[in-house]
């Protein structure tokens, strides 16, 4: 089949390498070149690498809903265009060029997680499976009829960033199977129940504040999600510390949220219910390490967090 690819980050370029193996990619569409790093340096999208190493001509448009970017869309005449974390919205018109439709991967089991963040809000949120989908798109924020759905069970210590990598490739393998039903013909659409609908909203640095008056699970789900990035993080003197890897402990549960009641060995907190153990950390500047080795090179002078 003729496939336009729509998207931009890492976890797109599974599912292009994927079908650029076995259809005719007409072309990929992904956000501009960005400035990152220190030197600010312009760097082309994950998926614009990867369509450079396919051989694949890239579009790079301000604005995708843009006539100019309607008319290159029309004159490459794809039967489908697949959509994965592009980054914008396609207006109706785009909706309707390809002759078997637009076809989007969506990181969660729809209509759970609607919007920019599914991965990091299914472990946040403590969920025991996440998955992905694909789905038909329409003017709606992911609301399509659900084309095929796979379910992943999140392991114990899943962080956000190892059930990106896992959906990454869980998604390719979904969207060869999707394109697979669509160039026969034989595949269902589902409807996604609209009442149990939730929404995902964008992940924010500030998120990242551990706030000791929740629960120690809360907090343990909190660090897993936002790592590795933007990170959770908390004070301890004063400095900023990155926290990457925490458990929960049993503590006395008398004690004021946000006291330190174990800085020798092992570095706990006491939270809203129970104590929350910080194994790995990163002073502001330093490297990340674990807590134990941490404490043997530091005195904590304050007992309070914060």
Same mark, same amino acid.
């Given at each position: ?5 729509? %998207?931009?980050?890492? +976890?797109?370029?599974?599912? &292009?390498?994927?079908?650029? @193996? ?7 569409? !992904? ?5 990152? %790093?220190?030197?600010? @340096? ?6 614009? #690498? ?6 694949? =001509?890239?579009?790079?448009?301000? /604005?995708?809903?843009?006539?100019? $970017?309607? @008319? ?20 109706? #018109? ?44 329409? #003017? ?10 796979? /379910?992943?069970? &999140?392991?114990?210590?899943?962080? %956000?960033?190892?059930?990106?990598? *896992? ?15 669509? =160039?026969?013909? #034989?595949?269902?659409? !589902? ?12 992940? !924010?640095?500030?998120?990242? &504040?551990?706030?000791?008056? /929740? ?8 660090? *897993? ?7 959770? +993080?908390? +004070?301890?003197?004063?400095? *900023?510390?990155?926290?990457? @890897? ?30 929350? $153990? ?29």
């Amino acid at each position: 089949m003729r496939v336009l690819f729509m %998207g931009t980050p890492d +976890f797109a370029v599974p599912a &292009l390498n994927a079908i650029a @193996k076995e259809h005719e990619v007409v072309g990929v569409i !992904t956000q501009q070149d960005k400035p990152r %790093g220190r030197g600010h @340096k312009m760097s082309p999208t994950p998926v614009k #690498e990867a369509a450079i190493e396919n051989n694949i =001509e890239v579009y790079q448009p301000i /604005k995708v809903k843009e006539q100019e $970017s309607v @008319k290159i869309i029309r004159e490459l005449n794809p039967d489908v265009i697949v959509v994965i974390a592009f980054g914008q919205i396609l207006s109706k #018109e785009i909706l309707d060029i390809p002759r078997l439709g637009c076809i989007n991967v969506h990181a969660s089991l729809l209509p759970k997680y609607r919007g920019a963040a599914p991965i990091q809000w299914a472990v946040i949120n403590g969920d025991e499976y996440s998955g992905v989908d694909t789905m038909y798109m329409e #003017e709606g924020l992911d609301t399509g009829d659900i084309i095929e759905s796979v /379910k992943v069970k &999140l392991d114990k210590d899943e962080t %956000g960033g190892s059930l990106f990598d *896992r959906l990454s490739l869980k998604g390719a393998e979904v969207i060869l199977s999707t394109l697979k039903k669509l =160039e026969s013909g #034989e595949f269902s659409r !589902t409807k996604q129940d609209e009442s149990q609908a939730t929404y995902a909203g964008k992940i !924010t640095k500030d998120m990242g &504040l551990l706030d000791y008056n /929740k629960s120690a699970s809360e907090l343990e789900c909190l660090i *897993r999600g936002l790592n590795p990035w933007p990170a959770a +993080f908390t +004070f301890l003197d004063s400095k *900023r510390v990155k926290v990457w @890897k925490a458990s929960v402990v049993d503590i006395d549960k008398n004690v004021t949220p946000g006291t330190i009641v174990s800085k020798k060995k092992q570095l706990v907190i006491a939270t809203a219910d129970k104590g929350l $153990s910080i194994d790995e950390l990163q002073v502001e500047g330093k490297k990340r390490m674990k807590a134990s080795d941490f404490l043997n090179g530091v005195k904590i002078v304050n007992d309070i967090v914060g």
